[in-house]
């Protein structure tokens, strides 16, 4: 096997997302042959070199593992927690293979999160530059305007930079109406900043759908394995080179 970068090696072993693990290299977690490594450029060999996490000897994934995970409210989605609160990672019993997640949830939304040691597939859907989709419900503390309604869908400007077309549509009347959203970008607190743009609070949000993948008949804390067909759908989702529709007003 030819050298890789070290990053590259840890998520493709199911360590951690490439993003994660070029951190917990700066934190000199990782040796190689004994070595601590902290440079983000360095190579490696899996089958030839030594190289340790925490200690802990890697090893190449036996197979390549693909999990679909209601998240639940109240839950951080990362391998650990330094504050103590419950992770994702808790809710795979049985999971004997090392996973980890495919971006994330903040901690008070809930719904679909994928899991895998396929660190080339996790790095392809985390690309802004594959504009996977990611459809979400939302319950919110009021109704958007027409206008509103028509300004979230051409993107509004958050912190400094102006958010790609969206999908919304008005799923659910009321005085706490639900939408759905869906999105082609994952910023940080994305949905709820853009509400909040137009004086709204998200009540509730729930993740449904990513790309082809659905969140199904899953409860909250259940999960199941993808199927080969999700699997490969999932992959022809990320080929590179395609680029995101607009979003119709209808929509």
Excluded at 67 to 93: C, F, Q, S, W
Excluded at 192 to 208: N, Q
Aim: proline share 6%; no cysteine.
């Amino acid at each position: 096997m030819a050298e890789e970068r070290l990053q590259k090696i840890l998520s493709q072993a199911g360590v951690a997302s490439r993003r994660q693990a070029e951190k917990i290299m700066l934190e000199g977690r990782v040796s190689v042959n004994g070595t601590v490594v902290t440079e983000l450029g360095s190579k490696a060999d899996l089958e030839r070199d030594h190289i340790k996490v925490d200690g802990r000897l890697l090893r190449a994934p036996k197979r390549q593992i693909y999990i679909v995970l209601y998240k639940p409210n109240n839950t951080v989605t990362t391998v650990t927690d330094p504050e103590g609160r419950a992770t994702v990672m808790e809710l795979l019993h049985g999971v004997k293979e090392r996973v980890y997640p495919v971006g994330r949830l903040d901690y008070h939304s809930e719904g679909l999160l994928l899991l895998t040691n396929d660190g080339d597939m996790a790095n392809a859907i985390m690309s802004a530059a594959t504009h996977l989709p990611k459809t979400y419900v939302v319950k919110a503390n009021g109704a958007l305007t027409p206008d509103q309604q028509q300004q979230f869908r051409e993107g509004i400007p958050l912190s400094g930079r102006r958010t790609m077309p969206a999908g919304l549509k008005l799923i659910r009347e009321g005085d706490n109406p639900w939408y759905e959203v869906k999105l082609y970008e994952g910023r940080n607190n994305q949905i709820r900043l853009m509400f909040r743009h137009f004086g709204r609070l998200v009540e509730k949000l729930r993740r449904v759908r990513i790309g082809p993948l659905e969140l199904g008949p899953l409860k909250p804390s259940q999960f199941r394995y993808l199927t080969e067909e999700e699997v490969q759908k999932l992959k022809r989702a990320i080929q590179p080179g395609k680029r995101p529709p607009r979003e119709r007003e209808s929509e």
